[in-house]
């Protein structure tokens, strides 16, 4: 018998040490949920599902892969049935959250949060969860999306014959990763040049007509100048000397 324990402890600790760093692993992302009415008691979340992210280089870079899932814990039924019996679906003012669990930080209220009315749950047909992550590749905060959902948002109105509605099996939930965008820079314009004395150096003031071709007019005065005026013709012919 002793044998037979021995055995199996190293498997056993295995399987716990895997167990332990599959769960403190930075790269998985854990979603929890819970109903709320605003004159009911606030419940704790309880665990959803989880997500296995790729590695954080890549989110940084801004390239992610397409094939990203959430794969539900396995008391989700019984939770959604449990949320059905405390707060129904079609309760006024009711709202389904559903939560980020930030690594290392079991404060809940730190934890950032999307909310969606629940009378919207039994008509839809998805969901979609929106994760959007910072520049060091973390994820920070979600977005939950339900479809259908009116154009106005309101809730469906329910038949008098219809029984009391539940909320639906979440699966297949499609998760979209998005990584952080920077905004683009202004453009800037080009600081003025600055004297020793830190002063912005004074542009050259433009020279006038006469200033950029002073030399060319002296040269054109000189020329006339020293053409002179021009001599006129004598009028009428000259006479000869009278003699007696």
Known sequence: MKLAL????????????T???????????????????????????VERGTIVL???????????????SLVPSESIQDDLASFSEDIPPNLEGAMY???LEHPGDEDESQWAVSIVKTCLLPESTSDTLVLHFSASGKPFTLDYFVSPV??????????SNDSTPIYPTLKDTQVILRPARLPPLPELRTPPPLTPQGEPVQPIAE???IQKYWIYVVILLGAILMSGPQEEPQKGGGGGAKTD
Do not use: M, Y
């Open 6 to 17: 021995t055995s199996f402890l190293p498997a056993f600790l295995w399987v716990t040490a």
């Open 19 to 45: 167990l332990a760093t599959e769960a403190e692993s930075p790269n998985v992302v854990r979603i929890h949920h819970r109903v709320a009415h605003p004159n009911l008691p606030v419940v704790p979340f």
């Open 54 to 68: 790729p590695d954080s280089s890549n989110t940084r870079a801004g390239s992610v892969p397409s094939s990203i």
């Open 97 to 99: 959250q559903i939560a």
């Open 150 to 159: 009116p154009h106005d948002g309101a809730c469906p109105q329910s038949k």
């Open 207 to 209: 020279k006038s007509f």
